[in-house]
């Protein structure tokens, strides 16, 4: 499925320039978007399946980001989603995550090596979680952005305390900071973009069920 690409790339550019107009949450630091690296396409990286069973909160994701500062993300995407393909990272199995995760998460791709918008960097797209999953403690080569778009879920950053974060809320992780984050009784819907070439295979699990 092909998303109309001139509404995504709309929808790409108002999201960092939401991220480049917020500082990070926790240090304060602000995010410098980096140039487009092109590449050519590849799948691997990616389990696709329009019909994974997170996607039965995705409704009520909307509507509750609708109510808050980004809405305007989230109305858009909400004018392109039934064009995307949802997936996993094809690293995530049976054998090294919970089966609660695996069916209370997934993503979205806007940029990327298997995007629409096809590029090594800066790749992103939007990340769903159900209520009342856990992404555990990972982590990674890639700096990364997270631009909250609902409320109601934590953060837990390296062997630090979770918090909670809040929809406009723009959090910064490190290369190689441990991070997991978990939600309560809402969906959480936040982008996430890497701001480094890198392989979503590559993520380590050592912090598995922080």
């Known amino acids: 499925m092909?998303?109309?690409?001139?509404?995504?790339?709309?929808l790409n550019?108002?999201?960092?320039k939401a991220i480049t107009a917020r500082r990070d949450m926790v240090?304060?630091?602000?995010?410098?978007?980096?140039?487009?690296?092109?590449t050519e396409r590849q799948d691997d990286e990616?389990?696709?399946?329009?019909?994974?069973?997170?996607?039965?909160?995705?409704?009520?994701?909307?509507?509750?980001?609708?109510?808050?500062?980004?809405?305007e993300i989230a109305n858009k995407f909400s004018r392109v989603v039934g064009e995307l393909r949802w997936s996993q990272n094809s690293?995530?199995?049976?054998?090294?995550?919970?089966s609660s995760?695996?069916?209370?998460?997934a993503y979205a791709g806007f940029s990327g090596p298997d995007a629409p918008i096809l590029c090594a960097v800066p790749r992103g797209g939007l990340l769903l979680l159900g209520p009342?999953?856990?992404?555990?403690?990972?982590?990674?080569?890639?700096?990364?952005?997270?631009?909250?778009?609902?409320?109601g879920s934590q953060w837990c950053l390296d062997e630090g305390d979770w918090f909670d974060v809040s929809p406009g809320d723009l959090i910064f992780h490190n290369s190689w900071q441990m991070h997991a984050m978990r939600t309560f009784d809402k969906p959480l819907l936040a982008f996430?973009?890497?701001?480094?070439?890198?392989?979503?295979?590559?993520?380590?699990w050592s912090k598995e069920g922080v």
């Open 2 to 10: 092909n998303a109309d690409i001139n509404e995504l790339e709309k």
């Open 13 to 16: 550019r108002l999201t960092w």
């Open 27 to 38: 240090t304060g630091c602000e995010i410098q978007v980096p140039n487009q690296v092109s």
């Open 46 to 71: 990616s389990r696709f399946d329009n019909a994974l069973p997170v996607l039965r909160h995705l409704d009520q994701a909307l509507s509750l980001a609708a109510r808050y500062e980004l809405a």
């Open 91 to 98: 690293h995530y199995t049976e054998r090294n995550s919970s």
């Open 101 to 105: 995760f695996l069916a209370g998460y």
């Open 132 to 151: 009342d999953v856990v992404y555990p403690g990972h982590h990674h080569e890639p700096r990364e952005v997270y631009l909250l778009l609902t409320p």
């Open 192 to 204: 996430a973009g890497w701001l480094d070439v890198g392989d979503r295979r590559a993520i380590d």
